[in-house]
């Protein structure tokens, strides 16, 4: 989603998006009623993009092809950056991205991405207008800070978000991250700023991050909120189309061939899990998903292969 990128930087002196129009629906506000509240995405400061705009063409084929057919795309919104505070903190982001690049020294040191978090309808304006004065609802378990999903799971940023309504009315951000170097935050971590200065940002995974950990020190200076999507979405939200099942092996089981592969620091996390779980603390759904981010699916399903057919629950 490079090209999302657009001359919003150079240009953000112009009152004119290129693409976009200004809201006249209000269509995050009401959709049962649109033209009940008119002015939401003014009021927001945001400008909502047709069909047919680059932008939301992609964001809108992104967001499908993550949520597939159980949610309703309703309305994309954009930041256009109309207000001197919004103005303000777009320069503040570039100005964090060139120290970052300058820290590293390397071109695209400053490695900015696409991410999402889910926000509450009453929250919107403040985050907006001020930024972020805490790290949303998340459980804790990667250390404090704003978690925010990659922009190719959607999904996995909505399931954790609460309906507005009885509707499923929901709401997402798309943010610009300032991840420039990255390292990994376990699960089970308390950690609530960069372990050095070598770092600036945490994740569950190098390779294929599932979490983008942003510390509650630089969530105002290294995430900027650039478009928001309205979902209607089902109580029973789905997590993944692909749900890792395996309902005849053990949890014992399967943490004694984790230790074969993992180490100790995480084979008690995960126990610890396990025995929050017996203790009806969390839900086995809720339990298999924390051992999924600490293990990764691949590896599960190796085990899975490897030691399932020699256990019968």
């Not at 207000?83 to 120290?99: D, H, M, N, P, Y």
């Amino acid at each position: 989603m490079e090209y999302l990128r657009t001359e919003v930087e150079a240009n953000f002196h112009d009152s004119e998006q290129e693409g976009s129009t200004i809201s006249e629906s209000g269509s995050c506000d009401s959709y049962s009623d649109r033209r009940s509240s008119p002015s939401f995405a003014d009021e927001l400061g945001l400008m909502e993009l047709l069909e047919g705009d680059k932008a939301h063409d992609l964001i809108f084929r992104n967001c499908k092809s993550g949520l597939g057919d159980q949610c309703q795309i309703l309305s994309i919104l954009r930041n256009g950056f109309q207000t001197v505070g919004s103005r303000a903190k777009l320069k503040t982001f570039q100005i964090f991205q060139e120290a970052v690049e300058k820290k590293h020294g390397v071109v695209g040191g400053a490695k900015v991405k696409y991410g999402w978090c889910a926000v509450k309808k009453q929250e919107l304006k403040t985050i907006l207008d001020y930024g972020f004065s805490q790290p949303l609802r998340n459980d804790g378990s990667f250390g404090r800070g704003l978690y925010l999903s990659p922009d190719n799971s959607s999904l996995d940023c909505l399931k954790d978000s609460a309906s507005e309504s009885d509707d499923g009315m929901r709401f997402l951000l798309l943010c610009r991250v300032l991840l420039g170097k990255s390292e990994i935050v376990p699960q089970g971590s308390i950690q609530s700023y960069p372990s050095s200065q070598e770092f600036d940002s945490g994740v569950d995974d190098l390779a294929s991050p599932k979490k983008y950990i942003v510390w509650s020190t630089h969530m105002n200076t290294h995430v900027l909120p650039e478009f928001l999507v309205c979902v209607k979405a089902p109580f029973n939200l789905t997590r993944s189309t692909t749900r890792l099942k395996s309902p005849w092996m053990a949890f014992p089981v399967l943490i004694k061939a984790l230790s074969k592969f993992l180490p100790p620091s995480q084979i008690l996390i995960i126990q610890k899990h396990y025995k929050d779980q017996q203790n009806r603390r969390i839900s086995r759904s809720q339990l298999i998903q924390r051992v999924r981010s600490i293990t990764g699916d691949k590896l599960l399903v190796h085990i899975i292969k490897a030691f399932g057919h020699k256990v019968q629950q």
